[in-house]
Nanobody
Framework: QVQLVESGGGLVQAGGSLGLSCAASGRTFSSYAMGWFRQAPGKEREFVAAISWSGGHTYYADSVKGRFTISRDNSKNTVYLQMNSLKPEDTAIYYC????????????????WGQGTQVTVSS
């Protein structure tokens, strides 16, 4: 029913910035809560940020708080992750995800996942 495609990944130096986009298919994008996750080599997938269907509620992992910003534009069926002050430990594959049912933007279970985009931060 829903397809998610991430883009914007690449190589950036420590301290730099990078913006990720996740384009969603379908005509009901605005009803989905969205999230960003990442997985570094040898590590489990971890939560990065989440946003409610209206964009009014956002959440961040402590590791990225103050540096990353999640946002969405429902008219464009797109969710964004702006990453500033990047650190080498931010290197990972970044995935966007969506869920039908959430509590103020937090999903118990994500129903749809993108294919991921690689972010590499050099020192």
């Amino acid at each position: 029913q829903v397809q998610l495609v991430e883009s914007g990944g690449g190589l950036v130096q420590a301290g730099g910035s990078l913006g990720l986009s996740c384009a969603a298919s379908g005509r009901t994008f605005s009803s989905y809560a969205m999230g960003w996750f990442r997985q570094a080599p040898g590590k489990e997938r971890e939560f990065v940020a989440a946003i409610s269907w209206s964009g009014g509620h956002t959440y961040y992992a402590d590791s990225v708080k103050g540096r990353f910003t999640i946002s969405r534009d429902n008219s464009k069926n797109t969710v964004y992750l702006q990453m500033n002050s990047l650190k080498p430990e931010d290197t990972a594959i970044y995935y966007c995800a969506a869920c039908h049912t959430s509590a103020w933007g937090l999903c118990m279970k994500y129903d749809y996942w993108g294919q991921g985009t690689q972010v590499t931060v050099s020192s």
